[in-house]
């Protein structure tokens, strides 16, 4: 594993976990909860196997999404990849306008405006709860986007497709992990979201702030640097596992 990846791995992780917490994904868990199992909240937290099963099958279903969406990012990233500095020259400042964004420095109408894609009649059973996903997954709104919009322009400007397959894969886990564990537990996540709802738009305020120092690094070409400095720090027997 190279060392602009061992640091990006653990970044679109953290990418997808701030997403999972924002303001238009985290206050709609329990709606997406009882959708998907078809269950109200109370027969949820008593049926976990089922809560479970439906998850795992929701999260699948927005997971392929975020794949087919990173496979594109970085196919195109390797068509330009003779204008590797200026993509990622371009893309870290993209980067930046997109934290700048979550700061609320300025508005953006294309995320101001609900491109969500909605099922108003889930199909019955486990496939359904995929589709439901995939439906989620094709979704645009404006506080996802341009978290996952970051990731995929710094996939597009640093990954190879094996490399975007892995990134996206690893924002996907961020953000469906804590659905999963929400989920199976729904009952403690409902007083759990009641103490942290407070926080939120500071951790929004953190994403932003996130955002806006990778792409200056990414901008700058200093992004690689770091990552050699990182990977340089890491024990061997650590990096030959990687």
Known sequence: MSGT?????????????????SPCVLPLIPSYVSFITGLSLEDAGQRRWVALGHALMFVLGFTIIFLVLGASATALGTLLNYHRVWLERIGGALIVL??????GVFRWGVFARERRMTLQDKPVGYLGSALVGLAFGAGWSPCIGPILGAVLTYTSATATLGQGLVLLFAYSLGLGLPFILAAVAIDRFLGWFQRYRRF??????FAGALLVIIGVLLATGYFTLLAGWLSGLTPEVIRSRI
């Open 200 to 205: 939120i738009p500071v951790v929004t305020r």
């Open 5 to 21: 990846e061992s640091v990006g791995l653990p970044l679109a992780f953290l990418a997808g976990l701030l997403s999972f917490l």
């Open 98 to 103: 997109f934290g700048l964004y979550l700061l």
